[in-house]
Nanobody, 126 residues
Framework: QVQLVESGGGLVQAGGSLRLSCAAS????????MGWFRQAPGKEREFVGA????????YYADSVKGRFTISRDNAKNTVYLQMNSLKAEDTAVYYC???????????????????WGQGTQVTVSS
């Protein structure tokens, strides 16, 4: 498994931007597809976006498509989530997750991710 540490959360006004980072340590980062999930108070943890181990494929929830961009730098063992045009409904704790995969294909289901970070709070004021 890999150990994951998120950073970059904070308070931002609606319409603003934030970039989250997730630093990984442990086993070979490039063998892991990576995902971002979020959980708002009283709600289930939901999928936000994911990226294949090579970075060649990305996936997004409909609610963030066109506003959020996921990327990775395998040389730095880091995955990023660039969040633009933030809305109040984006307020949540954001979690980074890793999925060990031997192929380009990946799952975006929460249960298929093996390792999780501790989360970082994102608050968007309206």
């Amino acid at each position: 498994q890999v150990q994951l540490v998120e950073s970059g959360g904070g308070l931002v006004q609606a319409g603003g931007s934030l970039r989250l980072s997730c630093a990984a340590s442990g086993r070979t980062f490039s063998r892991y597809a990576m995902g971002w999930f979020r959980q708002a108070p009283g709600k289930e943890r939901e999928f936000v976006g994911a990226i294949s181990w090579s970075g060649g494929s990305t996936y997004y929830a409909d609610s963030v498509k066109g506003r959020f961009t996921i990327s990775r730098d395998n040389a730095k063992n880091t995955v990023y989530l660039q969040m633009n045009s933030l809305k109040a409904e984006d307020t949540a704790v954001y979690y980074c997750a890793a999925q060990f995969t031997a192929a380009q294909a990946m799952s975006i289901l929460r249960r298929d991710f093996d390792s999780w970070g501790q989360g970082t709070q994102v608050t968007v004021s309206s």
